[in-house]
């Protein structure tokens, strides 16, 4: 199971083009130990590796595949599609069909603007927000990620507000400054920052559902907060629910907690596996975008065919099949295998589930609600629980901050054996037998 010659090779001839061999830097393997395996094939829950490795697959391509690799009725849209042609740059019903599904599904989203990725989402909706509001001031918080473009790769130290410093090399100071970073779980500091800039702030951007650092949940309380006070001051309020998003439920984090915002950014399992995102909301604030309005937004390949049928036939499945109360049972069945074992050991772990996403909190006994929370050690230890979870067959995210996703194609006799390997890997990683 643990051959991975041919794995080696591609990653040592994909360096000499591909900077760190990949093209995403997470894929690259530089927090756990091993190589990154090569996928040369795909299906259900499973995915082969290029030595031909057979890996009961947790990651799901970081979640848009919720139906599983492959699932047949995806891939005969996309393939029906794809036969009327790739692009058009002109309108075609697929986009209208989905956003109207996307309205069936949010609570109060009228309109749709579909992108090509969750980075272009996140980015196109505060610039709407900024629009519409005549504000610059933009809000995150520490330990959320709503994609790659400058203002919103800016963390902050813990504590007190920070006035954003770039986390990224080429980010410009003078962008991320008009980015305020607040740490997540705290009302106080909401309070503080509102009193005082209440006036200044376009936009709240949040993962109401944190899983980008941890799966980091809020109170709802702290969610309730945000919304009346963005509400009280006239800012937008921003779900980022790129992951949460047609998963923790079908209307998201906004049906589960029963808060609705002002604007909500959506990508993966809305694209079924093709390249998708989307910002959307009431109709007001989309009546100041292009072409309705002075706001500019667009993409060559926005609304594509290919993806929306893809995306499409994802979301008709997820209703038809009732897949997530299905995903909440083999949530719970894990979850409930992870308890048993974790009674009977004195291990500093606490298990973090959401529906279909998990985590493991290494060096925590109760559940991290922000990123300083989360112990030093963790990424040490999941290094170790990872390398002997992919030994067994079980391939997890090489991250000890990102979240695990169950799909649809998960069997509840997956689930079983991957908690069977979870508890020899965990034996493994904290010393001693079962
Ligand atoms: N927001 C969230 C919550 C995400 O998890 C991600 C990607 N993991 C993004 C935005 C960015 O999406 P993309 O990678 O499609 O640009």
Redesign the pocket.
Known sequence: MTADERSRELFARAQRVLPGGVSSPVRAFRAVSGTPRFVARASGAFFEDADGNRLLDFVHS?GPLILGHAHPEAIAAVQDAAGRGLTYGAPCLGEVLLAEQVAACYPGVEQVRFTS???EA?MSAIRLARGVTGRDRLVKFAGC???HSDGLLVAAGSGAVTFGQPSSAGVPAGVAQLTTVLPLDDEPALDRLFLQHGREIAAVIV?PVP??NGLLLQRAAFLQRLRDLTQRHGAMLIF?E??SGFRVALGGAAERYGIRPDLVTF?KILGGGMPV?AFAGPRAPFQQLAPLGPVYQAGTLSGNPVAMAAGLRTLEILRRDAVLPRLERLGQRLEDAIGTLLARHDWPLAFVRCASLFWFAFGSRNAPRRDDAIAPGAAKAYGRFHAACLQRGVYLAPSAFEVGFLSAAHTEADVDRAALVFADALAETFGGGQ
């Open positions: 970081w990725s969750g980075t996140c990620y709503h994609g993962e899983a980008n980022d790129v992951i990508g995102g």
